[in-house]
Nanobody, 128 residues
């Protein structure tokens, strides 16, 4: 059973940085998609960044337009951990952030219903 545990959220002023972590366990496939989603109050859950992981490394990445150049998704295979480095944060980044995973390959999964596994979420609050 795949388990995902996020950490690293918190409160920061606009322009600041945070790094989210997602500790993963239980994967049996050698190729997996892992992503970060976020959901603000009253809004739908949306994709932030996705990494395609295979052969022990990141094969490819996707970023939604609003975070390109500011956020970086990465993974440490030895620690089985996915990261999201978030720089130049603004108030529109305030949301609950979730780590998600989908075993196997295929088309890039950019919608929440494409993922099999979810973490519990970690809150990110950016103040002006």
């Amino acid at each position: 059973q795949v388990q995902l545990v996020e950490s690293g959220g918190g409160s920061v002023q606009a322009g600041g940085s945070l790094r989210l972590s997602c500790a993963a366990s239980g994967f049996t496939d050698r190729h997996n998609f892992m992503g970060w989603f976020r959901q603000a109050p009253g809004k739908e859950r949306e994709v932030v960044a996705v990494a395609y992981i295979g052969g022990g490394g990141t094969v490819g990445t996707y970023y939604t337009d609003s975070v390109k150049g500011r956020f970086t998704i990465s993974q440490d295979n030895a620690k089985n951990t996915l990261y999201l480095q978030m720089n130049s944060l603004n108030t529109e980044d305030t949301a609950m952030y979730y780590c998600a995973a989908r075993s196997g390959g295929g088309a890039w999964p950019l919608l929440p219903n494409a993922y099999n596994y979810w973490g519990q979420g970690t809150q990110v609050t950016v103040s002006s």
